[in-house]
């Protein structure tokens, strides 16, 4: 159902700063959530942020709330995660996903790796 492609990752010290995008195509919806997960070892995810396509609400995790912007280029079809002042945490494979609200289906990307260390 569609095809979501991650880029920006890359390893930073800890302070810095990653822009990541998320390109979206060929999604079935008009109304949905994409959001940026990130996997932890043993291949939990956990939920980072999330912004509604189109009307733009965003959501937070309290953990990156202040450091992380999510945001859509205007009326485009790429999704960024601006991550500053990263901590060692932060670390993580991020993945990219898209669900519609109210009716099944999503899909996700194969993700971009973010490693923070000194």
């Known amino acids: 159902q569609g095809r979501l492609v991650e880029s920006g990752g890359g390893s930073v010290p800890p302070g810095g700063s990653l822009r990541l995008s998320c390109v979206f195509s060929?999604?079935?919806?008009?109304?949905?959530?994409l959001s940026w997960f990130r996997q932890l070892p043993h291949n939990e995810r956990e939920l980072v942020s999330t912004?509604?396509?189109?009307?733009?609400?965003?959501n937070y995790a309290h953990n990156v709330k202040g450091r992380f912007t999510i945001s859509r280029d205007g009326a485009g079809n790429t999704v960024y995660l601006q991550m500053n002042s990263l901590k060692v945490e932060d670390t993580g494979l991020y993945l990219c996903?898209?669900?519609?609200?109210?009716?099944?289906?999503?899909?996700w990307g194969q993700g971009t790796q973010v490693t923070v260390s000194s």
């Open positions: 996903h898209a669900r519609p609200p109210l009716i099944e289906g999503e899909t």
């Open positions: 912004i509604k396509i189109p009307d733009g609400t965003t």
């Open positions: 060929g999604l079935p919806w008009k109304t949905f959530f």
